[in-house]
């Protein structure tokens, strides 16, 4: 039962542009959601993260919409740049008085000059 | 600060061995730890919940005389993957919520022949 979906495997953007990553979630009880930027053999690197009681938030060229009502979320980065390749995951914390990160499938993304 | 600091980064054994992985809080007090595995190409499965001086809380489908848990003190917690088979040959990784958020190690590939 995956509670947290990113529906795209990979997504392929020109450096300078937009690329806008997507995460859906199933538990209306996740309280708070984190983006991750990860590299094969490494630990995750926090990027962003929103609580749900906000539906944006933005730190320099990352922003993170949400979207409750839709179980959506979405994570803009502008401009791209090819340092952004790696894999993205989307992460939601538990409900029942939990701490627990439930990460999302995540998403390739390349970034090609 | 709050970093995790987790050994051994590569481990290869042999099947039916075990192996023990180690992860330390170097700046902080971490009451709980989280555990998960990650297949090639796929998400982070949370694997275990452990909280010092108390038993793991496991998650549906994860064998707890499998992979053994103990965290006896507030700066260590292990991982055991006992009578290791080249099934489990995955990543793992261990992450603690801190004030700032979550801190992750770096993570142990571990590849059983």
């Known amino acids: 039962d995956q509670q947290v979906k990113q529906n795209s495997p990979s997504l392929s953007v020109q450096e300078g542009r937009i690329s806008i990553l997507n995460c859906d979630y199933t538990n209306s009880m996740f309280d708070y959601f984190l983006w991750y930027k990860k590299y094969p053999a490494e630990g995750p690197t926090f990027l962003i993260s929103i609580s749900s009681i906000k539906d944006k938030n933005e730190d320099g060229r990352f922003t993170v919409f949400l979207n409750k009502s839709a179980k959506h979320l979405s994570l803009h980065i502008v401009p791209s740049q090819p340092g952004d390749s790696a894999v993205y995951f989307c992460?939601?914390?538990?409900?029942?008085?939990?701490?627990?990160?439930?990460f999302g499938t995540g998403t390739r993304l390349q970034v090609f000059p | 600060g709050a970093v995790v600091s987790q050994h051994p980064s590569r481990v290869i054994c042999k099947s039916g061995t075990s192996v023990k992985i180690e992860c330390r809080s170097l700046d902080f007090q971490a009451t709980t730890m989280f555990w998960y595995r990650q297949f090639p190409k796929q998400s982070l499965m949370l694997m275990a919940t452990s909280n010092e001086g108390s038993k793991a809380t496991y998650e549906q489908g994860v064998e707890k005389d499998k992979f053994l848990i103990n965290h006896a003190s507030l700066t260590l917690s292990t991982l055991t993957v006992t009578s290791a088979h080249p099934e489990d040959s995955s990543f793992y990784i261990c992450s603690a919520p801190t004030l700032y958020g979550y801190t992750f190690g770096s993570g142990t590939r571990l590849t059983v022949v």
């Open positions: 992460a939601a914390r538990g409900n029942y008085n939990t701490d627990k990160l439930i």
